[in-house]
């Protein structure tokens, strides 16, 4: 029943130069038990913590052993699950909780055999046997994992509307203007409005926008390293930076910057229909090709 579903995966993960498989010969795969009902709901793992490293920052132990890397390099422990492990995760990038997703997996790796799970995939299937190589496949073509996926998505999306609306109501706010220096209290919409009309800088309405601190600090110490924040040239001082912005009419954010993004309450909204959009977009593509 998955079949054709697990040879696409296959076929993305051909296409994904992280996973290193790029110019290997003949990728084969077996059949995996993904078949299996989920019965019971999934116990997610409690809020992650749990795990830090020596400097306090959290972390994520290794799926199989007892290594563990900073939440903040995620490659690194992905690169050393594939190297060490031969276990590949697919569209890693869409795991809306990193960390809960591979304590999940941890725990569940513990209690049935790797291939209950992930598809094998050998490498070099034409190859002499000892040339030969099987690396697994975990992606959501198992029922369990997309549940899971889908699970983290939701409980991501859930905290990120309470925090908006905790930000929303917040009366406590205090923030300083990133182009005059005037202190605002109160809310954020105050001083976010008072950037809109008297700086012409717009970044959305107040409403749209979560983690707003955060946001803006990121902004001001774009702007103390004398970066514009929109073409993201370098500038020697200043005065220089405020003409240059102000005359290029560059008093926006670059809209092409990614790391804006999980500022938006939208972009947390689009990525739970994610895979309908994909969807979507294959429909529309071949849609307009045939035509
Ligand atoms: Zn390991
Ligand atoms: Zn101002
Ligand atoms: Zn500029």
Request: aromatic residues 8%; contains cysteine.
């Amino acid at each position: 029943m998955a079949a054709p579903k697990t040879q696409g995966a296959v076929a993305r993960l051909k296409e994904r130069d992280d996973a290193n498989l790029i110019g290997v010969g003949g990728v084969d795969r077996e059949d995996s038990n993904s078949e299996d009902c989920i019965l019971e709901p999934l116990s997610l793992p409690e809020s992650p913590g749990g795990t830090t490293t020596l400097d306090g920052s959290p972390s994520v132990p290794c799926i199989f052993c007892e290594e563990h890397f900073p939440v903040a390099e995620q490659d690194k422990l992905l690169k050393h699950m594939i190297i060490e492990h031969k276990l590949v995760i697919a569209d890693v990038k869409l795991v809306a909780d990193f960390q809960r997703y591979i304590l999940y997996w941890r725990k569940r790796f513990t209690e049935q055999p790797i291939t209950d799970f992930c598809s094998v995939i050998r490498i070099n299937s034409t190859a002499p046997l000892e040339e030969q190589d099987n690396y697994f496949l975990l992606c959501d073509v198992l029922p369990e994992d997309r549940i899971l996926r889908e699970e983290l998505q939701k409980q991501r999306l859930k905290e990120i509307l309470e925090q908006q609306q905790q930000e929303r109501n917040d009366t406590n706010f205090h923030g300083i203007c990133m182009f005059c220096n005037e202190e605002f209290l109160g809310n954020r919409s105050v001083l976010l409005n008072h950037m809109a009309r008297e700086h012409a800088f717009n970044i959305g309405l107040p409403d749209n926008i979560v983690n707003c601190n955060e946001f803006l600090c990121m902004l001001q110490k774009k702007l103390d390293n004398l970066q514009c924040l929109y073409c993201e040239k370098n500038f020697r001082d200043k005065n220089t930076l405020k003409d240059h912005m102000r005359k290029k009419q560059h008093r926006r954010i670059n809209p092409k910057n990614r790391e804006y993004d999980r500022f938006y309450v939208i972009n947390y909204l689009v990525r739970l229909s994610f895979r309908n959009l994909k969807f979507n977009c294959n429909t529309t593509n071949k849609f307009l090709k045939a035509n």
